[in-house]
């Protein structure tokens, strides 16, 4: 079962990774994080179809933070690459794709793109606040 959602920023992106580390009855298999200049996208998918009461809790805590998704052919491809085993670099560079994180969801991998692609900027734009 997946779960594609876009969110405004990344400290909604943050919010999805604390709650999927504090909410340990869900099957989480990996997430897949994607900055783009207009948000991010977020994929996680699970090891099983949830409970209809775990899935409507969970579908209704993602649209509090974002919105689902169904992006283009690029990022449709970067998703279904990395799901097929192939490396985050090899992908980002076929598809021109920034993957910030793919595997278990990692909070220090989020914070270290967001505070790199700052220091580069010299500002921080609203995507990653």
């Known amino acids: ?27 989480v298999r990996f997430m897949t994080v994607i900055h783009q200049i207009d948000g991010w996208i977020i994929k996680v998918k699970m090891n099983r179809y949830l409970e209809p009461h775990e899935h409507g809790d969970f579908r209704a805590f993602m649209h509090e933070l974002g919105i689902p998704c169904n992006p283009g052919i690029r990022v449709q491809m970067a998703l279904w690459g990395l799901e097929t085993g192939q490396s985050p670099v090899d992908v980002m560079h076929r598809y021109q794709v920034a993957i910030v994180s793919h595997g278990k969801p990692d909070r220090e991998e989020i914070e270290a793109f967001r505070e790199q692609f700052v220091q580069g900027l010299g500002y921080c734009p609203e995507t990653l606040a």
């Open 1 to 27: 079962m997946d779960y594609l959602y876009h969110l405004a920023n990344a400290s909604l992106t943050l919010k999805v990774v604390e709650h999927l580390h504090s909410a340990t009855r869900l099957p």
